[in-house]
């Protein structure tokens, strides 16, 4: 890009985007990132640009919830089917390629109960089978995993959660190789101009510059608070993925009652209660609040106990005398 197209147009090329677009680029070891209003209008973008009528994607069982409908409600209409993988294993995958696989979506881990695949694997297995795989990063983020260095052809983020880190910005994020970023670009970018005002680009370049310590700081808490939770009489299961952790994971307690679960989530005091994640203050998402939605049902995999935990940059103490007085209730 040249000066004069980083000028041109704001909805193609604007010179404070620009910037980011190369530190995104640049943290996940990538060639060229875009930016778009949404971490949706971004992988809806890369699947839009690189499938067609006919065409197979296969995608890892219970996807974050707006990928999901991309993939069942939306993409359907237009002739491309979606099979969901049952596990990350390899095998698992083998098994499902057909001829009309054209596509691979990851989230490892995902977001919810953080599942994780084998992305080595996985890529190699689609480079032989010319398929593309993109992966949802945003849980580990570039600090705790690179997609692209492990043979990931396109990364995605939901730039909303910690590479902004502030909750006050909605933006996602497409990082590849500049071929595969040059056809998102002059299809969907373009046509459907998903893309990210200068002012919010310019709030995320100011996130960023902090990523490294909130990372850490989150971290270090959530490892804290998991330890607690772990051994607490009324929590039936941590979900965390140890290896990757960062500051989001996941409860089932020991009851099933919806009231005990409310009467929990309505005496925590420094948790706000909503479904974002990775910001700088800390949240629970009662999986049960979406049980009328049709986004959501209690399944095996998912009770209706399940709790997400969103850990700010507080004090962990703090957050554990909050906790154990709100488990103390809990009959
Ligand atoms: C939030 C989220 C998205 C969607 O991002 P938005 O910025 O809310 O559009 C995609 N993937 C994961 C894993 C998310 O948590």
Known sequence: MNEKDQAFYTRG??????????????LEGAEDALLFSSGSAAISSAVLAHVQSGDQIICIANPYSWTDKLLTK???????????????????????????????????????????????????LAKAHNILTLCDNSYATPLKQKPIALGIDLVAHSVTKYLNGHSDVVAGTICGRRELIDSIFHGPYMTLGGVINAHDAWLIIRGLRTLEIRLERTTQSALKIVQFLRQHETVDRVYYPDQLGTGLFSITLKTDELSQIELFCNSLKYFLMTCSWGGHESLIFPMCALNHSQNYQASQERPVSLIRFSIGLESSDELIADLTQALSLIK
């Open 74 to 124: 939306m993409l359907p209409r237009f002739g491309v089917e979606t099979v969901f993988a049952d596990n990350g294993d390899i095998e698992t995958f083998q098994n499902i390629i057909t001829d009309k696989t054209k596509m691979i979506i990851l989230e490892s881990p995902n977001s919810v109960t953080f599942e994780q695949q084998d992305l080595v694997k996985i890529a190699q």
């Open 13 to 26: 090329h604007n010179p404070t985007v620009a910037v980011l677009r190369q530190k995104l680029a640049a």
